[in-house]
C-alpha cells in the first residue's frame, strides 16, 4: 500500500500528525518517514489502525487492497464479534493461574513439612 494513499485517509479522521506520533510512541519525523514509503507493512498499518481507533479495512477501504480484508470480520476494533478471543485468552490465562497457585501451595506444604521435621528432630 502506498504511504500517500494512507495520508490521506489520516487526513481524513481529523488527528494531526503529531497526534499519531504520539500514540505510536514515534517522532513525527518517523512517522512522516513511514508515510513516504510505497510499500507499508501490515503490522504498521494495523498499529496506525488502533492508533487512530478505527479498523485496518478503514485504512484500505477504496484501495486495491480491500478485497483481502473482511469488512464484516473487522470492522470495528471493540466490537464484540472479536471479544471471544480475548475471553479465550483471558480464560487460558486464568486457569495457567489456578495451576500456578496450586503447585505453589503443594510447594508450600512440602517445605512446611521439611521444616517441621528439622524442628522435631533437633
Request: proline share 2%; charged share 30%.
Amino acid at each position: 500500500m502506498d504511504g500517500n494513499i494512507l495520508r490521506e485517509k489520516l487526513q481524513s479522521v481529523g488527528l494531526q500528525m503529531i497526534e499519531i506520533a504520539k500514540k505510536l510512541d514515534i517522532s513525527p519525523q518517523n512517522l512522516q518517514s513511514k508515510l513516504k514509503s510505497k510499500d507499508i507493512t501490515l503490522s504498521f498499518l494495523v498499529d496506525l489502525s488502533v492508533a487512530i481507533n478505527k479498523s485496518p479495512y478503514y485504512l484500505v477501504s477504496g484501495t486495491k487492497y480491500a478485497k483481502f480484508f473482511n469488512a464484516d470480520m473487522i470492522d470495528n476494533l471493540n466490537e464484540p464479534k472479536a471479544s471471544h478471543i480475548n475471553d479465550e485468552l483471558i480464560e487460558t490465562q486464568r486457569e495457567l493461574l489456578r495451576m500456578k497457585d496450586q503447585r505453589i501451595l503443594e510447594l508450600e506444604t512440602k517445605l512446611a513439612k521439611k521444616s517441621g521435621k528439622r524442628k522435631t528432630g533437633s
